[in-house]
Every structure is written in structure tokens, then in C-alpha cells.
Nanobody, 122 residues
Framework: QVQLVESGGGLVRAGDSLRLSCAAS????????MGWFRQAPGKEREFVAA???????SYANSVKGRFTISRDNARGTVYLQMNSLKPEDTAVYYC????????????????WGQGTQVTVSS
């Protein structure tokens, strides 16, 4: 069992930066791939970024070059550094854990956090 708690969301202006954090409970954090998803009002939850236990990373095309995912296994935490934010990045951001080595789809994730709101004004 893994429990995930996101933090770091907020209201920012276009062009600003935010760093999201996701703290995981349990001693097996290092054996999971960790991902970030987001869901805007009226839209499906979509993949943003993922990092596996070997450090392999995947990004959605919409955030490539602006967002950076990283993890600290000693702290049991995964981060999402978001730069050059745009109004279309506005969404609830969710952290999730997967036992798949390459995990870019919702159905591959077993555990989810409660989400943190990110709002980007123009």
C-alpha cells in the first residue's frame, strides 16, 4: 500500500514557475514508477510526466522543455518543476504510483494522491 500526498499548487501568472511535490508513504517507494497527471474542468485526466526506478523519464509533448520531473528516493518524494506556465496548464495535478517500468497511461497506475490545484492566469 502506498499513500501519496501532493503539495505546492497555487495561483500564478503566465510565465511564472511552480514546483509540485508528492510525498509517498511506505518503504517500497524506490521500486515504483512515479507519474504526474492533470485534469482540467470538463476534460479527461491526462498524462504529464513519469519517472521510473532507473531514472527513465517520459513527458507529454505539451510540457516537454518546460516541466521537469525528478525523484528523491531517500525522501520518498517526487517533484514536478513547472516553468513558463501557460493558462492552459490550469488543472488539478495528481501524483500516482505504478509498478510498470514504462507507465504513461492512467490504467497503469495503482495508487493516486488527492490532487493539488494549479491555476495560471493570463
Amino acid at each position: 500500500q502506498v499513500q501519496l500526498v501532493e503539495s505546492g499548487g497555487g495561483l500564478v501568472r503566465a510565465g511564472d514557475s511552480l514546483r509540485l511535490s508528492c510525498a509517498a508513504s511506505g518503504r517500497t517507494f524506490s521500486t515504483y514508477s512515479m507519474g504526474w497527471f492533470r485534469q482540467a474542468p470538463g476534460k479527461e485526466r491526462e498524462f504529464v510526466a513519469a519517472i521510473n526506478w532507473t531514472g527513465g523519464i517520459s513527458y507529454a509533448n505539451s510540457v516537454k522543455g518546460r516541466f521537469t520531473i525528478s525523484r528523491d528516493n531517500a525522501r520518498g518524494t517526487v517533484y514536478l518543476q513547472m516553468n513558463s506556465l501557460k493558462p492552459e496548464d490550469t488543472a488539478v495535478y495528481y501524483c500516482a504510483a505504478s509498478s510498470w517500468e514504462i507507465a504513461v497511461h492512467k490504467h497503469q497506475y495503482d495508487y493516486w494522491g488527492q490532487g493539488t490545484q494549479v491555476t495560471v492566469s493570463s
